[in-house]
DNA sequence: CAGTCGTGGAA
DNA sequence: TTTCCAAGACT
């Protein structure tokens, strides 16, 4: 694209950004912290399924300080529902290491804020533009989507790679004078007009610079191979009530799947896997099964899916819990931070 | 690099 | 019902 092309892109597309932007609430701030905050909700998450728990986030953590120091518990359970939960947890740790070590001050240059825990090469370039106004690029999915029609770039957008054309582009299309507003600019588009089925092409203010338009080929970008097959995990689920009316539950390793959240005790049923197992492993007798397969369903995770059968039973405890395994009271089991899966268990005991 | 890490919504 | 995601980062 020429010098002139390149100028008229950019004018175009930040004026449409400021006439058509939606109102977000992140949007309403130059809080450094708050739209890091917002950046790392957004990651592979929907702005509408973000809004209510930014909201949410911001009012109980309304400084650095008072997430830095924040029981992990609280946090996962401010988080409880968004998925993804290292990105809780390392929000956390770098919000904690810019309170120490940079006096609360969020970095404003990529190198050092490449090294926060969780911020990544668009998080940091997402930063620097919105809240410094830097001329930084920031690319995720939509910046990869709307610039592989506008220049007809036809690498496959699913190998990592691929990202550092994209980041060349952007770095000779972006608005010096507005690039927080360019790169938003850019992210609004996909989203609104430049979406990945049946873009709006007639919409669009910058139809007549995009090469995928003229060629008539906008359906066909991006380009992206790779597809990810799901497996498929059984799991017995034992919601075990002893005589006091406590159920059994359990914190999740500090690591991998769900890590650090509760769940109720599940054995993975294999071709191995005994009748007594749960007995065994969590040194309690079945008293008495209250409820066979009171529920039964499944849940599925990006990359694999949980098929639950779930059994209401009565037990006696007869030796010592495993070291992440409790009874508690109900009331104290939905103040945890739990999954998806498991809330929908708890949401029907009484 | 390829696999891991959640969830709910849209086509 | 199935597929593909949506403002990615980490290992």
Redesign the pocket.
Known sequence: MNYQYKNEFRHHLVDWFNREKRD?PWRRTSDPYKIWV??IM????????VIPYYNRFLEKYPTMQSLAYAPQEELLKMWE??????RAR?LQAGVKEVVEKYNAVVPDNRHDLSKL????????G?ILSIAYNKPEHAV???VM?VLSRVLHIEEDIA???TRKVFEEAVDMLIDKDYPGDFN?AI??L??MIC???SPKCLLCPVRDYCIAFQEGDTEQLPI?SK??KTKKVIYNIYVAVDKQGNYLIEKRPNE????NMWQFPMIEMTKETTKDAFEKQYNVQIENYLNNDFMKFK??????TWEMECYLVQVQQLNQLPANAHFLPIGKIRELPM???MLKILNILN
């Open positions: 977000l917002s950046e957004l990651q592979q998450t929907r702005v509408d399924t529902g968004l998925g993804y939960y290292s390392n825990k969780g911020i990544g090469p668009y998080t940091a997402a995720d999915g939509n989507r190998l990592p790679k938003q992210m609004d996909g989203a979406t990945p089925t992206k597809k990810i991998g799947l769900l890590a849940h599925i995770f990006s990359h694999l999954s998806v899966p």
